[in-house]
């Protein structure tokens, strides 16, 4: 079962604007993680945010919990060309041993 | 960079006769997962393993589907008989994060995963 809910399913932007991403999920969570895809091959981690955490950045990426809407945000900001694939958020639940449950994933596609 | 290796990168097979797919994890890492991808979706967890024993199998079909990971190392997922509907994308991923209990806060690092199409 997927815990998480992407929104958009998809989203097509232009390069230079900034993608917006958002994850919803439904228990308590430990920690939750943000996993970008390119076509045909495995997970690459982006970020890790605690529970205990609001707002994170890693280089281009910023990534928001609101533990008491249980939801998340992801934002690229001066998007490339490179960044087109899917992104999934995966939750790491409370009392779950650190398996994480992958949501249904944002398609990104980043026009030149 | 430590990877996850995992083979074959591509398996098509007939329905009702047997695969395998192979999987190192990263050293050190004691936790190893299989998930299941089917194209369009997020990955679904299979199977937990911590070491050599088992933490979760609840999502792993038994009937057909078996997992193993003997010296606590490299793990070997089967399925017997393969089915048109296990035509899907099996990502094996391993973490430095240990079982139920623990918090660790570690992502995962995925291998580049398996295409399996069954005919």
Redesign the interface.
């Known amino acids: 079962?997927?815990q998480?809910e992407e929104d958009p399913q998809a989203l097509s932007i232009q390069e230079g604007e900034n993608a917006t991403m958002n994850c919803s999920y439904k228990t308590s969570i430990?920690?939750l993680?943000w996993?970008r895809q390119n076509s045909?091959?495995?997970?690459?981690?982006l970020i890790?945010i605690?529970s205990n955490e609001r707002e994170k950045h890693s280089g281009r990426l910023r990534v928001t919990l609101d533990t008491s809407k249980k939801s998340s945000s992801l934002l690229i900001t001066a998007s490339r060309a490179a960044d087109t694939a899917s992104y999934?958020c995966?939750t790491?639940e409370d009392?779950?041993?650190?398996?994480?449950?992958?949501?249904?994933?944002t398609r990104l596609m980043v026009k030149p | 960079e430590a990877e996850v290796a995992q083979s074959p990168r591509y398996k098509i097979t007939e329905k009702s006769q047997a695969v395998a797919f192979w999987c190192d994890p990263i050293s050190g890492h004691a936790t190893l997962y299989w998930y299941r991808q089917i194209l369009g979706q997020g990955p679904e967890l299979l199977v937990q393993f911590q070491d050599e024993s088992v933490v979760d199998d609840s999502q792993l079909p038994k009937d057909r589907f078996s997992a193993e990971r003997l010296k606590g190392v490299d793990s070997t997922l089967k399925i017997q008989p393969a089915e048109l509907g296990d035509s899907a994308m099996y990502l094996c991923a391993s973490s430095l994060a240990v079982g139920r209990g623990h918090v660790g806060n570690y992502g995962y690092t995925f291998g580049s995963g398996t295409r399996l199409t069954v005919v």
């Not at chain 1, 045909?40 to 981690?45: I, N, P, W």
């Not at chain 1, 009392?95 to 994933?105: H, I, K, S, Y």
């Open positions: 079962s997927q998480g430990n920690n993680q996993y045909g091959r495995g997970l690459v981690h890790l605690r999934f995966a790491d009392n779950a041993g650190n398996m994480l449950t992958f949501g249904g994933g």
